[in-house]
């Protein structure tokens, strides 16, 4: 199989900022205890005309102009999300019509919850082989704010809004990303009900529970996508790890003996933004000059599903 490499990146965020001081004043909670324990310092939020639509439109604007690719070349369209404005139709299909990206290519949505980006990339390898068009556009989108429970202080103060979005290219001889993907069927740790439910669903989770979880996925898929591509930790240029607590991103690091200079966190400013923070992460990076053509990053995710997931990907 021909491997993807990134062509460019880009991202859609809303200019709401909820910071801990706000949330002091809905919630039972303090900017120490949420710095403390999980990193963020402030999120995100969709308001008025800065909706999901919107943010997962720029995402993918910023991506097509970084990558220098017009969006008829586009080949394929996923977009990772829990939380859609619609199920139908899907966000991958409103793009599709925003953004004038051809008719004859598969456009559809992927719910693989935190792991979403990484399921999406997957996927967009395999469908980026059978494909005449040679480029893919990922984004992982999400309006976290719209369901979560604001008097449950446990999940409230850890979720914000955010699309991040990436153009990759695929080419003969290039190296596969070797995703490692799993996911074990667990409705108790995590759970957001979909149509069946009746009234209004929240996301719920056992946040220590999906911790002690994430701690060991975490270095479980390190390990696995370093045996998969025959790489050291050495030959990664960059770690980017689904961004839910910093504790978790730190713990994972010195499990794997990472250097604190080859992995990057951004929770502070955007919280937990799900299917969207491992493509915000590698905007920023891009942005940031941090990763350029021929850079490697191992990226991780984890999440509901139980999901996780691995792979090793390029810039082009
Ligand atoms: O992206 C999907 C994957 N999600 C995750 O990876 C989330 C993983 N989990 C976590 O990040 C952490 O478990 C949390 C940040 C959600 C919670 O941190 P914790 O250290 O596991 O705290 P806890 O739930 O064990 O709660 C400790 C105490 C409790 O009080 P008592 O029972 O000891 O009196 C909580 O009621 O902290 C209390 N607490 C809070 N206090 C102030 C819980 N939330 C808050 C809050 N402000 N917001």
């Given at each position: 199989m021909n491997g993807i490499k990134?062509?460019?990146?880009?991202?859609?965020?809303?200019?709401?900022?909820?910071?801990?001081?706000?949330?002091?004043?809905?919630?039972?909670?303090?900017?120490?205890?949420i710095t403390a324990r999980t990193g963020i310092k402030t999120r995100h939020q969709c308001a008025g005309e800065e909706t999901f639509s919107a943010m997962a439109a720029a995402s993918a604007r910023g991506a097509l102009v970084e990558a220098g690719i017009s969006p008829e070349e586009i080949g394929a369209c996923i977009v990772a999300t829990?939380?859609?404005?619609?199920?139908?139709?899907?966000?991958?299909?409103?793009?599709?019509r925003e953004l004038g990206l051809p008719q004859d290519i598969p456009c559809f949505d992927l719910n693989a919850a935190c792991t979403g980006f990484l399921f999406a990339?997957?996927?967009?390898?395999?469908?980026?082989?059978?494909?005449?068009?040679?480029?893919?556009?990922?984004?992982?989108?999400?309006?976290?704010?719209?369901?979560?429970?604001?008097?449950?202080?446990?999940?409230?103060?850890?979720?914000?809004?955010?699309?991040?979005?990436?153009?990759?290219?695929?080419?003969?001889?290039?190296?596969?990303?070797?995703?490692v993907l799993g996911c074990c069927g667990n409705d108790e740790l995590l759970h957001l009900s979909g149509v069946e439910s009746g009234g209004h669903s929240y996301l719920a989770m056992e946040g220590t529970r999906v911790f002690k979880f994430a701690v060991e996925a975490v270095p479980w898929c390190v390990e696995q996508v370093l045996g998969k591509t025959g790489r050291t930790v050495e030959d990664v240029d960059?770690?980017?790890?689904?961004?839910?607590?910093?504790?978790?991103?730190?713990?994972?690091?010195?499990?794997?003996?990472?250097?604190?200079?080859?992995?990057?966190?951004?929770?502070?400013e955007y919280g937990n933004t799900s299917a969207a923070s491992i493509p915000l992460v590698l905007s920023e990076l891009r942005e940031q000059g941090r990763v350029s053509p021929g850079s490697r990053v191992l990226a991780v995710g984890f999440g509901g599903g139980l999901t996780w997931g691995g792979c090793l990907i390029e810039f082009a």
């Open positions: 990134i062509r460019g990146t880009g991202r859609g965020v809303p200019g709401k900022i909820v910071t801990n001081r706000d949330l002091e004043r809905i919630v039972e909670t303090s900017d120490e205890w829990a939380t859609a404005e619609t199920l139908v139709p899907s966000a991958a299909c409103a793009l599709q990339l997957h996927t967009m390898e395999c469908l980026l082989n059978a494909s005449p068009r040679k480029f893919g556009l990922v984004v992982g989108a999400e309006n976290l704010s719209r369901v979560v429970d604001w008097t449950d202080r446990g999940t409230c103060i850890l979720f914000g809004d955010g699309a991040g979005a990436a153009v990759v290219e695929c080419q003969e001889g290039w190296p596969s990303i070797c995703a960059f770690f980017v790890f689904h961004q839910a607590n910093a504790r978790i991103i730190d713990l994972a690091a010195r499990k794997c003996r990472i250097p604190p200079e080859k992995y990057y966190k951004n929770i502070q």
